[in-house]
């Protein structure tokens, strides 16, 4: 991983660390130790933004999630994101998502939030090979009740990366500002029932009760799941650096796992899930199964 990469990973880190503090362009430069200069450059390159932007669009999509699930005053955000009004907070809101934040408050609609992917993994992810050593892995039967998938479908992607070159990785913000049945968005891997002529195997969407009838984003699909149980594969937490192994060593183990040990065989009618790697709780991928 080269130097820049890392560089632009600390200023990164720094910002989500100290979001709602006072953040100069000297601070990310003291963490990173490189020049102002050189930092506010660089990060530029890495990933599209300026320091500036990056922290407003990242402090507004937090303010806007405490908008929707918590009663807060617009007002104490305003000043908590960094503004000097209120006047000021809510045309960058607006100029942000489309609607004012007073609305959204009183009847959210699904917006584009801004995810501050790590500028590392990609490369990570571009190096990781082979697993040579499996970690633990923990597994439980689960049950989930028949629902509505919203998705995003792509082209051909069969993985996320490939995923995210088709229709971006803004698709993640929008899934993000929807309540879900499971409390966070989900990746599938959909069987060829669940896919239109050409269109992709991987998606990725959030699970909403059958009788939703909100809002569906311009560009989404609508798929019915019927109640099904699942395996749930739990890895163990991992430091940030180590995600590409803690991915594949759950998949590995999946690959390897012979349900039948349980009575069970795989459901390849109903999809496979993936969720969102977060070090703090361990990788998480689920696979349907059926009673022999």
């Known amino acids: 991983m080269t130097e820049k990469v890392l560089a632009v990973q600390k200023m990164q880190d720094y910002i989500s ?16 130790m490189y020049s102002p200069f050189y930092c506010a450059r660089i990060f530029k390159e890495m990933t599209g933004l300026s320091p500036a932007d990056y922290i407003r669009r990242l402090r507004l999509s937090r303010s806007a999630l405490r908008l929707r699930d918590e009663s807060c005053k617009v007002i104490d955000l305003a000043y908590e994101t960094g503004y000097d009004s209120v006047d000021g907070y809510q045309r960058a809101f607006r100029n942000t998502f489309g609607c004012n934040p007073y609305e959204y408050a009183k009847s959210p609609i699904p917006i584009s939030l801004f995810i501050p992917y790590g500028v590392k993994f990609r490369k990570m992810w571009k ?5 040579e050593n499996i970690a633990n892995v923990f597994i439980q039967v689960i049950e989930k009740p028949e629902r509505k998938v919203i998705i995003k479908r792509g082209k051909t992607a069969k993985e996320y990366w490939s995923y995210c070159q088709e229709v971006g990785c803004d698709v993640w913000g929008i899934l993000t500002s929807m309540k879900s049945l499971s ?8 069987p060829d029932e669940y896919r239109t002529q050409g269109t992709s195997e991987y998606v990725q969407g959030v699970e909403v ?4 009838n909100g809002i569906i984003p311009d560009g989404f699909d609508v798929i019915t799941l019927p109640a099904s149980k699942y395996l749930m594969f739990q890895g163990e937490p991992f430091e940030e650096e180590n995600y590409c192994h803690a991915i594949e060593s759950v998949q590995t183990s999946i690959e390897r796992y012979d349900p039948s040990v349980i009575g069970y065989a795989w459901d ?14 361990g990788y998480i991928e689920l696979k349907a199964i059926k009673p022999i």
Do not use: M
């Open 17 to 32: 660390e100290h979001l709602f503090d006072k953040i100069t362009l000297c601070d990310l430069s003291n963490a990173a």
């Open 127 to 131: 190096e990781q090979k082979s697993v």
């Open 183 to 190: 409390a966070e968005p989900v990746c599938l891997w959909l």
């Open 209 to 212: 009760e059958t009788d939703y």
């Open 268 to 281: 390849d009618a109903n999809p496979r899930i993936q969720l969102e790697p977060r070090g703090e709780r």
